[in-house]
């Protein structure tokens, strides 16, 4: 009888046959015997159709790719057969990973997905392409670097995206910082390439380790007329005074190649206005700022209609600590919270918002208390009966929240939530703000004479409070940037006519005439500065005469335009009227609320073509640097940059 061989499974070599007669009987009889008895065998792993189990000449036991012959170690007690299915999904001369590199595969259109929203799209397999999204990846969703070792991630990029060879730790660092220098190259090509000056954002924050951070951010309008906010540097400074800060935007500027800046806009620090005058007394002689910086030092308005709100607070303290004394002693642990929601669900009152507290140092915080608390007068009423220490507690402290306190509450929640929305507004920087600085100005005039006549005698004495801090910084024409106005005369909704009424209706006709006139003496000085000069104008004419030379056809179509102005001046005489004129001369568009004012310039640039090189830089200013500290605090350097935020 021949023993059967030693097998290695993957390569069986078939055991020599013994006659067919003993052979079933020794099978019937064995199969007997085991009936019911033996052990069910093992399921056996898939990744054993791609590899053969052999024996190498160490005598270890190997798992060979039946497709590039490279061997594993295939002890599954020890290593399992995770590698081994890596491997296949990998292993570029498996049939199921050889695809053709011309063929592109058909992707579907996908929502919320840059650039997949609304139509087809053809998809190859791309090394290089994935870790570009996969380091976006890292950066947008602020991810450590770390998270490309984890088990979980590679599991899901074996079953998405076998053929991915997932870079480590180090390699996705390099690849962060590769896509920070790829951004930053692109957009110094970006300024490089746009003709419009440069207008700065930058705020400056203390980090819980001390250490003090500058933020600058520069605004300006491309040639395709889009508004762009893009971080210059995010770096730890040494001190909060006003010419560190100064030699730090300017070599900042310098490193990126900015010659030409606009507008500065910062808080009223007065740091602040050291930095600037340090700014103009840099740039004024390289000819890099507009009327020799006269213009160059903006005011955050949001930080001015913080002060604002501030002083009227002041005022209303009373019912405002004793609403608030109210929400802190519910907070205060989460047993009386809970019996708190439940008095909410038994009074049935239906708001989704909870109980938050105010941040001293931020006023609209006290707005989002006061607008949330004010939901839940009948809750705190019946809190009340059912913990006996509320009002003895609240009684130690400013006292009970009465009707004429919660009475208070509303009409000041009300009265904050257009100053609320105003800061909202002009903090935006993703669309224009500047052309509406004069609009929200107004209205917040508005809204504090009318409620310097409220039959409250409290609400009376707060808004007149605010109405002198209004006129600190906005009662005189000469403390305030006079770009602001300018702005709002390039919207072609407003003008001059639209400013001259609404200067009329807040102060007195003589001083309105009197900001007009300065008004309209900056807008021509303005102008005229950014009129081409005579010799760029003749320069470019001989340029274009030069060229036309050799064209027969062009050459005489010009001399008969020649011919048909020279007809015209005798008959009409030469038309003196400026490019200005004519523009303040025409109907005012609609105010609707839809209107695109960067679309309306970049269609009528060819007609106004100086109004619209000042519309590109003026309009570009922002009036707030709000978003610019939340960014500051959370270093969202990147994010800006490539476009997310």
């Known amino acids: 009888m021949s023993t059967e061989p030693t097998s290695i499974e993957g390569s069986v ?47 270890a036991s190997k798992a060979k790719c039946n497709y590039c012959q490279k061997e594993f170690c295939c002890d599954v007690k020890k290593n399992g057969t995770g590698s081994l299915k ?10 199921s990973n050889v695809v053709d590199p011309s063929q592109g595969q058909l992707v579907l259109p996908r929502k919320g997905v840059e650039g997949g929203e609304g139509h087809f799209s053809t998809w190859r397999f791309d090394q290089e392409a994935c870790r570009k999204g996969l380091a976006q990846m890292i950066v947008i969703d602020e991810l450590p670097f770390k998270f490309v070792e984890s088990e979980g991630f590679k599991k899901f990029m074996f079953v998405a995206c076998p053929r991915f060879h997932i870079p480590s730790r180090t390699t996705m660092t390099r690849d962060v910082y590769q896509l920070y220098l790829d951004e930053r190259v692109k957009i110094k090509q970006l300024l490089r390439s746009s003709c419009s000056r440069v207008c700065l954002t930058t705020d400056t924050w203390t980090s819980l380790q001390r250490v003090n951070y500058l933020c600058i951010t520069a605004h300006f309008i491309d040639n395709d007329w889009k508004l762009n906010k893009k971080i210059l540097n995010f770096c730890p400074i040494s001190s909060h005074k006003g010419e560190s800060i100064g030699m730090v935007i300017e070599k900042c500027l310098l490193n990126w190649g900015i010659d030409k800046l606009f507008t500065v806009t910062v808080d009223n620090a007065s740091s602040n206005d050291v930095a600037i005058g ?14 020799n910086g006269k213009y160059l030092h903006m005011r955050c308005m949001a930080h001015i209609v913080n002060l604002i709100v501030v002083e009227g607070l002041k005022e209303m303290n009373k019912s405002v600590e004793r609403v608030k004394g109210a929400v802190r002693y519910v907070r205060q642990s989460p047993a009386r919270l809970q019996k708190f929601k439940e008095c909410v669900v038994v009074e049935k009152i239906e708001c989704k918002k909870m109980l938050c507290l105010d941040v001293c140092t931020r006023w609209n915080s006290t707005y989002l208390m006061l607008d949330t608390a004010q939901n839940f007068e009948r809750a705190f009423e019946r809190f009340e009966e ?43 920087t993703s669309y224009v703000t500047s052309n509406n600085f004069f609009y929200e100005l107004s209205e917040i005039d508005i809204l504090l004479r009318d409620a310097q006549l409220n039959s409250n005698f ?24 006079l770009l602001m106005f300018v702005a709002c005369v390039l919207d072609p909704r407003q003008k001059l006519k639209y400013l001259e009424f609404a200067l009329s209706e807040m102060s007195s006709s003589e001083k309105a005439y009197e900001m007009m006139q300065k008004l309209k003496e900056s807008l021509y000085e303005l102008f005229d500065e950014y009129k081409p000069s005579l010799h760029s104008t003749c320069s470019q004419s001989s340029v274009s005469t030069h060229v036309s030379l050799g064209e027969p056809q062009q050459k005489m179509k010009r001399r008969m335009q020649a011919l048909y102005k020279k007809r015209e001046l005798e008959i009409c005489g030469e038309d003196k009227t400026s490019e200005l004129d004519k523009y303040l001369a025409e109907a005012n568009e609609e105010f609707v609320e839809d209107f695109d004012i960067l679309l309306w310039w970049k269609v009528n640039s060819p007609r106004f073509p100086t109004l619209s090189k000042m519309a590109r830089d003026m309009l570009a200013i922002p009036v707030s640097t709000l978003l610019q500290s939340l960014h ?13 935020l």
């Not at 500051?632 to 997310?644: K, M, P, S, T, Y």
Request: some cysteine; overall charge positive.
């Open 13 to 59: 070599t078939p055991p020599t046959s013994i006659d067919s007669e003993n052979s079933g009987v020794g099978a019937s009889s064995q199969a007997n015997v085991t009936t019911g008895k033996r052990k069910a065998t093992p399921q056996r792993s898939e990744v054993w159709s791609h590899f053969t189990k052999i024996i190498n000449s160490e005598g």
């Open 632 to 644: 500051l605090a959370r270093g969202d350097v990147c994010l800006i940059n490539i476009g997310v």
């Open 458 to 481: 409290d609400f009376n004495v707060m808004a007149i409070k605010m109405k002198e801090k209004y006129d600190k910084y906005w009662g005189d024409i000469d403390k305030m940037n």
């Open 386 to 428: 059912q913990d006996t220490n509320f009002r003895t507690e609240l009684e130690r402290g400013e006292g009970w929240p009465s009707v004429d306190d919660w009475t208070n509450v509303r009409d000041l929640r009300d009265f904050l939530e257009y100053f609320y929305e105003v800061t909202l507004r002009i903090s935006g």
């Open 278 to 291: 340090y700014l103009r007394k840099k740039f004024n002689p390289r000819g890099g700022l507009v009327q």
């Open 86 to 95: 890596y491997h296949i999904g990998s292993c570029k001369k498996n049939p």
